[in-house]
Every structure is written in C-alpha cells, then in structure tokens.
C-alpha cells in the first residue's frame, strides 16, 4: 500500500506538469483511494482566469473517472515558504469524497509538512444533510 512518502513523490512529479503562464505557481496533489490506489493532478490555469482549476480538482476528477469515490489520505504540495492548504473550494471537493479520519497533508519542496485530519478541514463544512428537511 502506497504511503505519505509515495504520495508525497507522486505530487511532486505531477507538479512539474502544472500549466501556470499567469501565476506561476504550480501545485501538485496525490490521493491514496480506497483500494490503494494514486492519482494525482495539477493545476491548469486558464487565460480566462476563474476557468483554472485546481491541483486537488484534477486528481479529485482522475479517481473518478477512474471509478473511484472515497479516499484515505490526500497530499498537495507547492512551493511555497510553508506547506501549502488547500483553498476553500478545494477542502469542500476534498470533503465530498474522504473517508471518515482521511488524513490531508500538506508539503512544500523544502521538506517541511503539515497534516490534518480531513474533518477539522472545513468547519461548518455544507453537507447534504443541510438539503433534507424531513
Ligand atoms: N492552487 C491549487 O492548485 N490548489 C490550491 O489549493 C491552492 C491554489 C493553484 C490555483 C492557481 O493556479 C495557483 O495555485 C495560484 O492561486
């Protein structure tokens, strides 16, 4: 079974890849889903600025499409002078599909790293709970 260490690689890796002309910041993520396997994602910027998404959003799609709905762990590194969060939108995409007690680490391309249990990532977080009144 891959381990943060792997994540942490993966991430790297596909960080590379992120397409970044307008901030020049590239992300790179990795999930470990539920049956072991990785899949990452970058971001992809777009000249139409809020049409960019997000390194969590396109490993998110990755494990999707590859029929893959629930994960144990998730990595996003930057480099950044502290591990880099995930933004607001992406700890909601993040919560869609954790699994209860996911861990979410966070990492920078100096070593230094964070981590956090996926539920104190959002709190307040809108649930579909919120959709059913009956
Ligand atoms: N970015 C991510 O890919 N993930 C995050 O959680 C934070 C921000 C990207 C979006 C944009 O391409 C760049 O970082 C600067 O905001």
Redesign the pocket.
Known sequence: MPDTADLISAATSVRENAY?PY?G?K?GAAILASDGSVHVGC?V?NVAYPE?T???AGAIAAMVASGLTCFDEAV?IADSPVP?T??GG?RQKLLEFANEGARITMANLEGDKRDMNVSDLLPGVFDRAQMDKT
């Open positions: 970044v901030s910041f992300v971001n910027e960019g997000c390194a969590e996003v880099v995930p933004c992406c």
